[in-house]
């Protein structure tokens, strides 16, 4: 197992370390003192609505303080992020598209907006990266070899370094998996710390996944275990009873940042499938659930997501999330040692468990 991981255990190990615990304490500090600027200004979420189980008024601006963390830490270790595959421009895309989301998260915060002004920033966000150039161009066969993405291209502008083109298949893959990420933590968002520390998982397995010796990526490993850290920093204030929330900038900025290093640590989409099986799963049952019922899914809100049903079922808010990190730190473990058909049958297992908690659950609860 030691023999998978050889660059862990060198002088390296002190670098990552210092990353991590660097993070870690600078998103605690920026989320001490957002505490204090929300109530401040007012941002704060207010208990009374059926579906919230907080009992107090509570700051919204922690996504803001994971983002300034975040990108802190980004251009601090910019040399280093920057000295593998990745470039400045790919860098300034997702720098950018995280900015758009911060500023149509703060707004919707304070202002309420709808769910159509909401969408414009997820949508300005993934648009920024894809200009930025990051994509995903190919993607493993789990029945054998590469499926390539990029092939249909229409070119956009020359920006002086080159055409610049639009990958009708690839980009349009990547727009769709960003969203789906990002829509995926932000319904995810309903309980203390469990965005914050499904998405620390999901960085540290990433950052285990380019830590290997088939796929070594310390520049990926490092923006990975900023991640992770900064939302172990958040997950201090996070845990419950939470004094700050994400908010909907941080629900949709850890989905975003999650997926786009799943897509620049080699197009590992497998890896966060199954980090996030379980919330993918259940978004997916939600939006047929809601059509089924003849209801908009991304304008009406109920309590029948699978974290909420849980908490119905008496287990309270610390043991339903400690499952849902359960369940992505063992399928995202398993990612690392699974070939792609593998991979491939343990997300169909995912499939499986998801419907058996539904339907086990619905049972329970009507008994």
């Excluded at 370390?17 to 998103?27: A, E, H, P």
């Excluded at 002004?117 to 966000?125: D, H, T």
């Excluded at 789906?180 to 995810?188: A, F, I, N, R, V």
């Amino acid at each position: 197992m030691i023999t998978d991981f050889p660059y862990i255990v060198n002088n390296t190990m002190i670098t990552y370390l210092i990353v991590i615990f660097s993070s870690l304490i600078l998103s605690s500090l920026f989320t001490f003192l957002a505490i204090k600027i929300a109530f401040k200004l007012g941002i704060v979420d207010n208990p009374g609505l059926e579906r919230k189980i907080h009992k107090t008024s509570t700051p919204l601006l922690g996504g803001v303080a994971v983002f300034f963390a975040f990108v802190i830490l980004a251009l601090i270790y910019k040399n280093d992020l920057l000295a593998g595959d990745l470039e400045l421009h790919h860098l300034l895309g997702v720098l950018m598209g995280s900015t758009f989301l911060m500023i149509g998260g703060v707004l919707d915060d304070k202002y309420d907006l709808g769910p159509g002004k909401q969408f414009i920033f997820p949508i300005l966000a993934v648009l920024a990266v894809v200009i930025g150039g990051v994509g995903i161009e190919k993607i493993t066969n789990p029945f054998g070899g590469l499926t390539y993405l990029d092939q249909l291209r229409i070119p956009i502008a020359d920006f002086g370094g080159g055409m610049h083109y639009f990958m009708v298949i690839a980009d349009t893959f990547t727009i769709l998996w960003l969203l789906g990420m990002m829509y995926t933590t932000k319904l995810l968002d309903g309980m203390d710390g469990l965005v914050t520390g499904v998405t620390a998982i999901g960085a540290f397995i990433i950052f285990l996944f380019t830590m290997t010796t088939k796929y070594y990526q310390p520049d990926i490993g490092i923006a990975a275990l900023i991640l992770a850290g900064v939302c172990l920093g958040f997950l201090v204030f996070n845990w419950h009873p939470a004094k700050i929330f994400l908010g909907e900038s941080g629900s949709l900025f850890l989905g975003f940042i999650l997926g786009v290093l799943a897509i620049i640590s080699g197009g590992k989409i497998a890896i966060a499938l199954l980090v996030m099986g379980i919330p993918i799963l259940d978004v997916v049952w939600t939006i047929i659930r809601r059509l089924a019922a003849g209801k908009n899914p991304l304008k009406f809100a109920d309590r029948k997501h699978l974290h909420f049903r849980l908490f119905d079922l008496g287990l309270g808010v610390r043991k339903t999330v400690l499952i849902f990190y359960l369940f992505s730190f063992v399928f995202g473990l398993s990612a690392l040692f699974l070939q792609s058909r593998g991979k491939l049958l343990t997300l169909g297992g995912l499939v499986i468990i998801m419907l058996g908690m539904v339907i086990g659950i619905e049972k329970k609860i009507k008994m």
